[in-house]
């Protein structure tokens, strides 16, 4: 069952609909202002709701506050080298907003558009146009994203069809925090995830060409272990991104649907396990959080992000565009998943 409420007016006065998926005992909240996962409240092990999704209880705090927090990305996630897109012998320059990079779709992305909604029995349907030429990306794209909740689960199916050839790279900015948003850091969770390589970054974050092995060092999450064991190990990478923010190859092929990580709090017995069919994921500790959200002040690694995408620069880097490729063809279906399952024990 889909219930719907308003949750408050943009600045400039249009309405923000908060639709509530319910699944017995524990629900999900999102927003068709920027698709925005709200709140996802799961019973602990002693059976007590727990809201494991950082946010904000208003519009206003949505709207001026930073770090994406729940948000659908679009039209690329994550990171392109300054802004560069070659289409076809073509340069695109898109909008430069971090450290002389692109991220996060530019300007005004995703996250800060009103998508329309629409209850499909469970699932609740979201579709956007983003029209050709909008923060400088060629082609009228038509996205579609379907949520749903069900025995604990949140899955997200991802939709995108262009007029014209582009780049398109979904992903979704949650913040996770199993012991419950607002509840201090994350680095006592417990994470595995399925992985052999990282992309050595710049100094700016950009993935530029190579691959880094993971074992043995402080990126190697193959074998559970606490986020906060090695996040400030003396390491160019993790000093570079002030603790983790580098997106960690997959095993499975592009397209294939598996399980890749699976993260558990010690102090909920919350578990989430994370699937999908791209082929990375962009491991984030929250290393700027520092604000104040629904229950008081996010504090530095008060949360962590798995945001399943394509490698962030893949339009400038063959080696990674072949692991899959964020250029789409006129015509051509964009279609990917992610789920996060929740259980207690």
């Not at 809201?51 to 392109?80: C, K, M, W």
């Not at 450290?99 to 530019?106: E, I, K, P």
Request: glycine share 12%; hydrophobic share 30%; net charge negative.
């Amino acid at each position: 069952m889909i219930t719907a409420k308003q949750f408050g007016k943009t600045a400039d006065g249009k309405t923000v609909t908060a639709y509530t998926l319910h699944d017995g005992q524990s629900s999900m909240t999102v927003l068709d202002l920027g698709g925005i996962v709200q709140q996802i409240l799961i019973p602990d092990k002693n059976g007590n709701l727990t809201d494991v999704i950082l946010g904000y209880q208003t519009v206003s705090e949505y709207e001026n506050n930073g770090g994406y927090l729940g948000a659908l990305i679009g039209r690329f996630g994550n990171r392109i080298g300054k802004g560069k897109l070659v289409i076809d012998g073509k340069e695109y320059n898109l909008y430069l907003n971090d450290r002389g990079n692109h991220l996060h779709g530019g300007k005004i992305g995703f996250n800060k558009k009103i998508w329309n909604a629409s209850i499909e029995g469970d699932r609740l349907k979201l579709q956007l146009l983003s029209p050709d030429m909008e923060e400088n990306y060629p082609g009228n794209l038509n996205v579609e994203v379907v949520y749903s909740f069900r025995n604990g689960e949140w899955k997200i199916e991802y939709r995108a069809m262009s007029d014209k050839k582009t780049c398109v790279n979904l992903t979704n900015h949650a913040y996770f925090n199993l012991n419950g948003e607002g509840n201090g850091d994350v680095l006592n969770h417990l994470m595995q995830i399925d992985c052999d390589f990282i992309t050595p970054t710049s100094p700016t974050m950009i993935p530029e060409g190579g691959y880094r092995a993971v074992k043995g060092t402080a990126f190697d999450f193959n074998t559970p272990k606490e986020i906060g064991k090695d996040i400030d190990a003396d390491d160019t990478d993790l000093k570079q991104g002030n603790g983790y923010d580098h997106c960690h190859v997959l095993k499975n092929k592009c397209g294939e649907y598996v399980k890749y990580a699976e993260v558990k709090s010690p102090v909920t017995g919350i578990v989430m396990e994370c699937f999908t069919d791209m082929p990375a994921v962009q491991f984030y500790a929250g290393n700027g959080l520092s604000q104040k959200g629904k229950s008081g002040t996010y504090v530095k690694r008060g949360g962590f992000c798995l945001e399943t995408q394509a490698i962030p620069n893949n339009v400038n880097v063959p080696e990674y565009a072949e692991k899959g490729s964020s250029i789409l063809g006129a015509g051509e279906e964009y279609r990917f998943h992610a789920a996060y399952r929740f259980t207690a024990k």
